[in-house]
């Protein structure tokens, strides 16, 4: 049998991930300090090819013939389980009937990201990119095994040896064998470092259609997430958390609380105080009688309103130079005709429908196991060693399929690994601690899509091209101070703010882009998309306004800009063609198309949306997306996850928004914070340009052109530019 | 001590008659197919069947149910059930999966009365069901593919 090697606890990484953990103001704080210039080898495109072929890490073949899978990644619904597995699959040749999958443990000496450096976690739409080698080594890998098992059994050539759907077969000597009854003897067969691999001609299932390894599970209860993990006398923790950011616990008078029927427990800690209940219910009916006194002094106490207010004030100052080329102002400055614009964009809660949970269980010898949508694996097994006071390779971690994350589950100080860690600490780790957020303690909670706001100018000479672009920026950095700021802010300028602007692929002539680094106490994260979910809402707006100010078809204005992008440009000329966008035609009235193209994490979409305006509402009736990602391994998967980046986004579009009042959030539920329903989904066309180019990830691009493409669209229909986000529909006039 | 019939198996159930039906059923039956989405009925995530009905169990006080029965997506059958999950499947309607426990519940009970519906059925039965991953418009087309199989 083909197995994974027992991995090796990563003892001596420790060092390197742990910058220290020191105890401040009673909490346990775990400082990183990844190292940067691993980081940025990695970032900079690592030399996959040059990696070992690592069969046993990634694939087990068992004696009934299933192979398994090992997935290094998370899935949180992106269906990058079915994406790995398929280009293992392939290479292996074997037969997808038989095909499982297994999540990996934590090691990041085996299982880390390429794009992260040294760090075993999921994001940036990265799954299939940084796998595509390694997996497809590891396929091509196991396969010559099971190829030179069969020769040495046989005593025939490996080189007249086929292999087709899990069966090998020599078909002089008429003998074959399933991948089961070799196994064993393909285990002892050395690994062969650079086995060929396929010429993509020779692809069975990448860019075929194979079934979701998740479809049958998922659809008859038997698929287990981490908020349905029961441990043998495990005990469920719901946490009072401080109504304000930053806000800590004066005093807590827990007697009412202690008295609830099924109440075992109630401990303070760092974070709060929690109520340990024998169900999840008890646990909820002890914190309503819990009376918590809270310390505000180092609270963020300001409304969400003055907090923008700030933000636009501080705009009108020079920020941070992100990109400048030329004299941007002076060129602005002789134009014929000068455009302004200013964008504003809300907090927005991830809102997965499995709202935050883990569950950690102190084993017999001291170690611990814990259960979780783990999505930051290295990060979080350190937290969770670290709250505990042990060792990382005393810490197991044991991902489950995750109801969703958007971002919410990968966050660098893994907030809700070390609120759980503190809980089994308080408790002596008696019993496992099964810790629940409620929805509300999940959309209160934070870690949102920061607060930012765009000003645009540009000029236009009078052919209607542009003479120079300025735009400043203002929103609270995700990086600064987490164990990623070394990696990924430079000069104080963190990239993941104003991705998709200062790198924009339009050719201009002279810009200057500038950066703000909001300084308030709302914890901020990445949100499907990150930086793209503003920036090109901003960009792509801005740029159909200049269209329309040339005079030009937005379609052909920005193809004439997108001369250095074929890839884009083709994307949107595919989007176009196939939504039927016609200049020519004249618009109805209160009915209209819109066009957006954003390049994100090396994937390319275009989409256009066909809107009608009424006033003060609008439908969106159909958007026709084209997607450049290089290989599809799964199209139906891509299709998938662009279909679904428009029902997630069109309720950020349309109305979601948190708010905070003297600092605290007023959005708690789904009623005031209501995502997309069936009756508002438009219907989704997805394109995909035929490519061979490496593949790259689907999971957040299809988000970021949602916005501006039906900004544009009503721009179409009524005249009206609606710029920021959520769409200020109360003032809209329809037909 | 309160008596439950889920699935077609009667249990005992030592809790407070308040418990909501999803809490009993996710923390004292082990039955966990049956998500917690919102609490307040604004999801469906939790959505059951209490004598062949869709109700949202966030909402259903264990106290009040009696002798109805429970049916959960563990336990779901028969051909309305069969083909629903059948078209599921087909279409590869999940993502993330978490809300589509709910869904195919909401969707039998729709198929369950409406052999034929159109879209205009669907928004009506289906609109309590939120999906974050966005995959209404599968949902969709598998709920009027479940129809053409059984018709």
Known sequence: MLKVRQATPPVPSRRAFLGGATVAAGAL???????????????????????????????????DDTVTVVIKHLDMGQGNTTGLATILADELDADWATVRTTFAPADATLYNNFAFGPVQGTGGSTAIANSWVQLRKAGAAARAMLVAAAAESWAVPASEITVESGTVRHAASNRQARFGELAEAAAAQPVPQEPRLKDPSQFKLIGGKVPRVDSVAKTDGTAIYSLDIRRP????????????????????????????????????????????????????????????????????????????????????????????????????????????????????????????????????????????????????????????????????????????SFGRRATPGADYFAETASIVRATGGKAPVHLVWTREDDMAGGFYRPMVVHRLRA????????????????????????????????????????????????????????????????????????????????????VDELAHAAGADPVAYRLGLLGGAPRLSATLRLAAEKAGWDPKKAAEKGRGLGVAAHESFGSYVAMVADVTAEDGKVKVNRVVAAVDVGVAVNPDVIRAQVEGA???????????????????????????????????MPVVEVHIVPSTAAPTGIGEPGVPVLAPSISNAIFAATGQRLRSLPLDLAGLKGA | MLKLTVNGVAHTVDADPEMPLLWALRDHLNQTGTKYGCGIAQCGACTVHLDGQPVRACQTRIGDIGAAKITTIEGVSGKVADAVRSAWRGLDVVQCGYCQSGQIMSAIGLLSENAKPTDADIDGAMDGNVCRCGTYQRIRAAIHEAARSLA
């Open chain 1, 29 to 63: 704080v775990v400082g990183f300090t990844l190292d940067p210039a691993k980081f940025a080898r990695a970032a900079a495109g690592p030399d996959l090819s040059a990696l070992p072929a690592a069969p046993n890490a990634f694939v087990r073949i068992a004696a």
């Open chain 1, 233 to 404: 006398g495990q005990v469920t923790a719901v946490v009072a958390h401080s109504p304000r950011f930053g806000g800590t616990v004066k005093s807590v008078d827990d007697k009412a609380a202690r008295a609830v029927a099924g109440v075992v427990d109630v401990v303070t800690i760092p974070t709060g105080v929690a109520v340990l209940a024998r169900d999840t219910w008890s646990a909820m009916k002890g914190r309503e009688a819990l009376r918590v006194t809270w310390d505000d002094s180092a609270a963020e106490t300001r409304s969400s309103d003055a907090i923008l207010a700030d933000h636009r004030k501080r705009l009108d100052t020079p920020g941070l130079v992100a990109a400048k080329k030329g004299d941007a102002a002076g060129a602005i400055a002789g134009s014929a005709k000068v455009l302004e614009a200013e964008f504003t964009f809300p907090y927005l809660a991830h809102a997965a429908m499995e709202p935050l949970n883990a569950t950690i269980e102190r084993a017999a010898d001291g170690s611990y196991d814990v259960f979780a949508g783990c999505q930051l694996h290295t990060i979080e097994q350190a937290v969770v060693a670290a709250n505990l006071g042990v060792t990382t390779d005393k810490v197991r971690l044991h991902t489950q399929w995750a109801g969703g």
């Open chain 1, 459 to 542: 000029g236009l000479d009078a052919k209607g091209a542009i003479t120079g672009w300025e735009h400043r920026t203002i929103g609270k950095s995700i990086m600064i101070g987490t164990a990623f700021e070394t990696m990924i802010v430079k000069d104080g300028v963190d990239a993941t703010t104003v991705e998709g602007a200062s790198d924009t692929p339009y050719a201009l002539p002279a810009y200057r882009f500038e950066v703000h680094n909001a300084r308030e106490g709302v914890p901020v994260l990445w949100w499907r998309s990150v930086g793209h979910t503003h920036t090109a809402q901003a960009m792509e707006v801005f």
């Open chain 1, 646 to 680: 428009v029902g997630f986004a069109l309720s950020s579009v349309l109305r979601n928004r948190i708010t905070l009042r003297d600092g605290v959030v007023q959005e708690r539920n789904f009623d005031a914070y209501e995502p997309t329903r069936m009756s508002e």
